[in-house]
C-alpha cells in the first residue's frame, strides 16, 4: 500500500503525499548507513529496507517506495512514525480489511503509548521492529482479492505475529504508565550497557517475565530477567518479593488459573536459585484476570501469559 507518510524533520512535524504514480525507483537508490544517526533510527533503516526490497520483488511499487521512503527519511534522521489507520490508501489498493481494524487501531495506540513512555530510547531495536512489523501488518490487511477477502493471510499474520512479539520484549523495560508504581528500566539489556541498578527504598521495583502458550517453563530471556531482580533484591539487604502469574484467556479459566499458579512457583523457583531466600517470596495465581492486553475469551495473547515480580524493601 502507498499513502501519505508523516515524518517530523528539524522538529516540525511534515506529512509527505506519495506520489499518484510511485515507480519502485527507491529501492534503487540505498544510502549508507547513517552512523550518527540514533540507535532507532538506525534500526528503522535496517529494518525498512528488506521490506523495501520484498515488495519490489513482489512487483508492488506503492509499498516499496513507501518503505524505501521511510528507512530514507529514518536514515537521514527525520522521525519517522508509525503509518495511521485511516491514512487514505493510494495506487488502487482498498482500505483496510474490517478483519483487521480493530487489532490495528489497538496495535497503533499502545505502540504510540510505549513510545511516549520512551521506548526509542530504551529499546531502539526492539521498538524499530515494532514499528515496521507494523507497518507490515497494515499493508498486507490492505490487499484484498476479489472476493473481498485478504489477498495473503499468512503474510498478515506473519506481520502481526512479528508485531506481537517485539512488543513482548518492549514492555518489561518500560517506566510505569501510573506513577504510583514504579516499573524498573532495566540498565543490563542488549540496546544499553552497564552494571543493574540498585534497588531504592520507598518504592517497589516491578519485573515481567513472559511465557510461550501453555507453558510455565521459563525462557532464557525470563531467566535473565530473573536474575536482574535477584540481584537487585540481594543489594537491599532486605527485601520482600511478591510473584503473581497470569495467563491469557485461551483455555478453561480454571485451567488458567492452575497455569498462572505453575507460573509464579516457577519463577519463585528461580530466584531461589538465586540465592533469595524461599521465606522471603509469596506467590499468588491469577488466571485470566488482570488482563495486561485486553482481550476477548479465548483468545492466545503473548503479554498475557506472565508474572510480575514485585520487590519491597524492607
Excluded at 79 to 84: A, D, I, K, S
Excluded at 110 to 136: E, H, N
Amino acid at each position: 500500500m502507498f499513502r501519505s507518510m508523516p515524518i517530523v524533520l528539524g522538529g516540525v512535524l511534515l506529512l509527505l503525499a506519495a506520489c499518484a504514480t510511485p515507480d519502485g525507483f527507491e529501492i534503487r537508490s540505498k544510502p549508507d548507513a547513517n552512523s550518527s544517526a540514533s540507535a532507532f533510527n538506525q534500526a528503522l533503516f535496517a529494518d525498512y529496507w528488506p521490506d523495501a526490497a520484498d515488495e519490489s520483488g513482489e512487483n508492488d511499487n506503492f509499498a516499496s517506495d513507501l518503505f524505501a521512503k521511510k528507512a530514507k527519511a529514518a536514515n537521514s534522521g527525520a522521525t519517522v512514525v508509525p503509518e495511521e489507520v485511516d491514512s487514505p490508501p493510494l495506487g488502487g489498493h482498498k482500505a483496510v480489511h474490517e478483519s483487521e481494524r480493530a487489532g490495528l487501531t489497538d496495535a497503533r495506540a499502545k505502540l504510540m503509548g510505549f513510545i511516549d513512555r520512551g521506548a526509542r530510547d530504551i529499546r531502539p531495536s526492539w521498538t524499530a521492529k515494532a514499528q515496521v512489523s507494523y507497518d507490515c501488518w497494515l499493508e498486507e490487511a490492505s490487499e484484498v482479492n476479489a472476493r473481498g477477502g485478504v489477498l495473503e493471510p499468512s503474510h498478515v499474520a506473519a506481520c502481526k505475529n512479528d508485531f506481537m512479539a517485539a512488543m513482548a520484549k518492549i514492555e518489561p523495560f518500560l517506566p510505569p504508565e501510573h506513577p504510583a508504581e514504579k516499573m524498573k528500566m532495566f540498565e543490563l539489556m542488549p540496546d544499553q550497557g552497564g552494571p543493574p541498578a540498585p534497588a531504592v527504598a520507598g518504592a517497589p521495583d516491578t519485573y515481567l517475565v513472559f511465557f510461550d502458550w501453555n507453558k510455565y517453563n521459563l525462557t532464557s530471556e525470563a531467566l535473565g530477567i530473573i536474575r536482574t531482580a535477584a540481584a537487585n533484591a540481594k543489594k537491599s539487604g532486605s527485601a520482600k518479593i511478591e510473584v503473581t502469574g497470569y495467563a491469557d484467556t485461551s483455555g478453561p479459566a480454571d485451567y488458567n488459573l492452575r497455569l498462572s499458579r505453575k507460573r509464579a512457583d516457577a519463577v519463585k523457583a528461580a530466584l531461589v536459585k538465586e540465592g533469595i531466600g524461599a521465606k522471603n517470596i509469596t506467590t499468588v495465581g491469577k488466571g485470566e484476570t488482570e488482563l495486561l492486553v485486553p482481550t476477548p475469551d479465548g483468545v492466545r495473547e503473548p503479554q498475557n501469559r506472565r508474572a510480575r515480580i514485585v520487590i519491597r524493601v524492607r
